[in-house]
């Protein structure tokens, strides 16, 4: 994870990839998906054992915050 001051600050990075530009969020949208609980119980003893219960939660956030596009599916395996 890397931060930036500021968009333009983003575009001169060297390692700036436009195909990934989906995948930039802002520092309040990162606060909202770190407070799910997909990240806020991964110390729970049986954190594993619900871990697909945080999923959709996660997916809702990303979905509220705009992030729906391609590059945040979640990749199937193929038969």
């Known amino acids: ?3 930036f001051r500021s968009e333009e600050h983003l575009e001169r990075w060297a390692q700036y990839d436009l195909k990934t530009e989906e995948g930039i969020i802002p520092i309040g949208d ?3 998906l770190f ?3 997909l990240f ?3 110390m ?3 954190y594993m054992s619900h871990f697909r219960e945080y999923g959709p939660e996660f997916m809702d956030v990303l979905q509220k915050i705009g992030k729906t596009g391609p590059f945040w599916a979640i990749p199937r395996k193929k038969a």
Do not use: E, G, I, W
């Open 1 to 3: 994870m890397t931060f």
């Open 30 to 32: 990162l606060a909202k």
């Open 35 to 37: 407070s799910c609980n």
């Open 40 to 42: 806020r119980r991964r």
């Open 44 to 46: 729970d003893k049986d």
